[in-house]
Each structure stands twice: as C-alpha cells, then as structure tokens.
C-alpha cells in the first residue's frame, strides 16, 4: 500500500508563541512534498483528533506526524489502530521549552526535528499483520509429570490439541515416588491417596492428546503458531506442527550432599525427604542405623532462601513437611 503522510503542527503549550510555524509547515510541505499539512491549537484535544481521524478516514492519510508534545505524553490519545503510521516530533518539552523563543536557533531545531521525522515517516514500512502459513493452535507440553500431564488434559478440555513428550519411558515423574499426596482438592484434611494413575487414564483416553513417552525434542524452530518440532523416539524421528510450548520439565531435588553443615552426609540419621518418602512407601519409616523412630525433627528451607545455595523459595518442603510428619503419626500415633 503506498503511504500518504499528514503533518499536524500543534501550536499550543507555547509552540505557537516560540516558533514561526508558517516556515515549519513548509518543511512539510514544500521540501518533502507532504499532502496534508495542517495545524491546530490543541491537537490533544477532541477537536484536533477527529480532525487527524478523519484525515484517515476520507483522505486515505496512513502516516501521521505529530508535532507537538513529547511522545512520553499523549500515548494513549494519539492511538489511530495497528495500521496508522505514527511518528511523534517533540517541539514542546525538547525545543520551545527549553530554547529561547522566536530564536533562529530554536526555529531551526525544530524545522530539523520535523525532517527527521519525516525522513523517518518515509522510510518505515507501513505495518502490516503477520501472515503465517498453515498456523495451527496444537500445544507442545514438554514433560509428563503432574504439571505436564494436567497442562495437557486441560488444554484438550479446552478444545485444543497437545502433544505431550516425556523423557522417560512412563509419565508421572515425581508423582511415582510418593507415598501420599498433600490434598488437592477439598476439604484438604490429610494426605491422599496419590491419583496420578487415574490422571494418565484419562489424559491417555483423549482423543485430542498424543502422547510420546521415552522420547527426546531434538529441534523446535519456527515461529508461534508455526513451530516444527522434532521429536526423537526409538530411534525415529518425528515432526509434529506446533502452536505454542509449555515448558513442565519438573524439579530434582537440591543435592543435599552440599548440606554438610546441617549434618547430611554426617549423620546417618540424617535424611532427605526423597528417602522419607522412599521409606514411607516401603511401609517402614525406620532410622538408617536400624534403631526405632522415636523423635523426628524437620529442617525446613534445607538449601533454600539461602544465599549460599538457592536464594528462592522452593514452594514446596513446608507442606510436604506437614504431610510426612502425618506418615509418622500414622505409623506412631504415640
Ligand atoms: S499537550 Fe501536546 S498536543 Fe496537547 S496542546 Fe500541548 S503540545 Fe499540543
Ligand atoms: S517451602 Fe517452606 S520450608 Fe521450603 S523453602 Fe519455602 S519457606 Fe522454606
């Protein structure tokens, strides 16, 4: 589409007192040939923006350059939709504020500003919408834990495909490992019983979800809506067309072995809730050196808000703190 560029000189905030717009408008018009070139005493105002509206209506102007007020102001009102051409030259806060008024200086600062912008306008491509080829809305979901998996089932309930790859050859991850799960769902008394197994029933029962488990992403390229990506499975490779990605790759638990000073490696009596939950799931939450449980002490934030380790909280130890310490109640209601 070919450009058609209008210049509106605002003369108010002072402009017009500082500046002799007569000679700015003919930088406009007479040096760059612009067809419309019109000046207001407020252009911020209703009037001066219908006025630039309905240039854009009727007179078919697609590039408009304002000359008025710095483009930090007045972002929102000089808003004319994704296929205006906007360029804002800044008399008021960068030129007539601060230089001498009705100076040859000043007046030359600001026929220079607006050849900038207009030397600016005619260089910039008009914008133009993307245009992608054979876009799809399918959702790449990489890992087949619990995030993963309801990451997945949810956007097939929402109407939209996903592909869900998972490195190792079951899904579940982490969820596999527990003994019981805090409550996800009212009335959050205790732990429950851990449903992933019903969960990947049901997410392998949809129709719209296709699932690659003991496969790898070996490439994803493209843009949204187009992303090709390959997957590794086998020994074969697969491409599957792309919308967008979510990332639920999981967590590993911090390498307690960097613990020293809390006694980890130390002590034998000294556990990770990984092995908590181990032990708890092979039925005995016994002490590594065979004696009987009689004291249990939790250390929380092991590893974490911690500067010399992980600064961040992991949003997690503090309820499965709480849930384990319900295994040994249930074990040793004394
Ligand atoms: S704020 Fe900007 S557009 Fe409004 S009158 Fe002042 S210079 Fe003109
Ligand atoms: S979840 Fe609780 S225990 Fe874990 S790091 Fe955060 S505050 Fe500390």
Redesign the pocket.
Known sequence: MDKKTGVYICTGCGIGESLDIGSLSKVATKESKVPVCKTHAFYCGAEGIAEIKSDIENEGVNTVVIAACSSRVNYDVFEFGPSILLERTNLREQITWCHPANDEDTQMMAEDSLRMSLAKAKHILLPESFQGENMVKTILVVGGGLSGITAALESAKAGYKSVLVEKSPVLGGWMNSLYKQAPLKAPYEGPEDVDIAERIKELEAHADVTIYVGAEIKEIAGAPGMFDVTISQDGKSITERIGSVILATGAVPYDATKLENLGYGKYENVISGQTMEELAKKGKIARPDGKEVQTIAFI??AG??DPEHLPY??????VE?LKQATYLKEQNPE
């Open positions: 929380q934030c974490s808000r909280c992991s949003a997690e130890c503090c703190s």
